[in-house]
């Protein structure tokens, strides 16, 4: 009997599927501690997480090469040894050699990646020389390290002017007045954070299976705007209107929130 109740509650604990959960869990932060992989250190990141200590030998690693794209910004791909990536964990207890990337900017997040290759738009970076630093996290959020520092990988890149790449050129560029039109949405939902406090009140976005939403943001802090199930995010920089257009090719409910301050925006309700 008690062995009964035991399978019972174990079963209860993951779940009909067993999959860790995506959220953290109420009363909790996205940093919390939830595995008993390496030792968990008091120090931290540049960006508050705290550190996993794991052994030199078999410890994750990651090499970062960015790439001109041919119409667009570049093309980045993290090259990882010892490790994978596992987007349905997230938020889940660290695993051995597991988990997801941070990809910063100067020392500014930019977004978070859950697999080898990334796009970056051009718009998303200044004039000048910048360098892209890319750091491995456990699914708890702890980030990788190795005799005290995180695990990550850093590439050098230049554009020559905004959104210009050095070396992209297109031999077929239209005339200004033959430029294409930006994406079009059949819904707009403007949102603006300010002091922690979200304007207008979060409410239930509807929309039709098939249509495009324009999540258009602007928060008085650096923040990391995330569409759940649809696994989109984009970067907000503080005081900076940003615009995330979405395809709703998916029913159900979805929470649009911040990643930094936690704070729920709108529910995208898609039937």
Known sequence: MLALVLLLAGGAATGCGGRATTHHKPGTSHEQASGGVGTL???????????????????????????????DGWNLQLAVTNYRFTP????GAALPGAGHAHLELDGRKLARLYGPWFHLPAA????????????LYADDHTAWAVSGKPVEGTAQL????????????????????????????????TITVRDGKVSPAPARTELRRGERVALRV????????????????LA????????LILTADRTG?????????????????VR
């Open 236 to 243: 907000l920089p503080a005081g900076q209107e940003a615009t």
């Open 124 to 135: 998303q970076v200044p004039e000048g020389t910048h360098t892209l630093t890319v750091r």
């Open 158 to 189: 230049t554009a020559t002017a905004p959104g210009l790449p050095v070396g992209h050129s297109h031999g077929d560029t239209p005339p200004p007045s033959q430029t294409p039109a930006p994406e079009q949405a059949d819904r707009t939902v």
């Open 218 to 233: 602007t928060s008085d802090r650096a923040d990391t705007l995330h569409v759940h199930g649809y696994d989109k995010e």
């Open 41 to 71: 250190l008091t120090a931290t990141d540049a960006t508050g997480h705290r550190l996993r200590e794991v052994p030199a030998q078999g410890a994750p690693e990651v090499q970062l090469t960015a790439r001109p794209d041919s119409e």
């Open 88 to 91: 349905d964990s997230t938020g």
């Open 253 to 269: 409910l979805f929470e649009v929130e911040t990643h930094e301050s936690s704070l729920v925006l709108t529910q995208l309700l």
